[in-house]
């Protein structure tokens, strides 16, 4: 069975960085592509962050694209958001995403809040 288990959301101040951890398990974890995806209060998911299989190959929303990171690690099984420079609407729950045999999966959600 598939499990992602988000962690690291925390309170904090504008201009201040977090780093979220993604830990993936029941599947071939380096054959997939993740997501970083966020919902804040009101509004709905967005996709923040995409990683390839191999490191090289990500994507970011434009909102966030010269603030944040997506990291992997193939080896722990685990994906990362590095978030740096954050801002009030960066405020929202962040989760971990996949797709493993045409069907989504999703962890718990980890939550953030940027706020002085």
């Known amino acids: 069975q598939v499990r992602l288990v988000e962690s690291g959301g925390d309170l904090v101040q504008p201009g201040g960085s977090l780093r979220l951890s993604c830990a993936a398990s029941?599947?071939?974890?380096?054959?997939?592509?993740m997501d970083w995806y966020r919902q804040a209060p009101g509004k709905e998911r967005e996709l923040v962050a995409t990683?390839?299989?191999?490191?090289?190959?990500?994507n970011y929303a434009d909102s966030v694209r010269t603030r944040f990171v997506i990291s992997r690690n193939n080896v722990w099984n685990r994906v990362y958001l590095r978030m740096d420079n954050l801002k009030p609407e960066d405020t929202a729950v962040y989760y971990c995403?996949?797709?493993?045999?045409?069907?989504?999966?999703w962890g718990q959600g980890t939550q953030v809040t940027v706020s002085s």
């Open positions: 995403h996949t797709q493993s045999r045409a069907r989504d999966y």
């Open positions: 029941g599947l071939n974890f380096k054959l997939h592509p």
């Open positions: 990683i390839g299989t191999g490191s090289s190959s990500t």
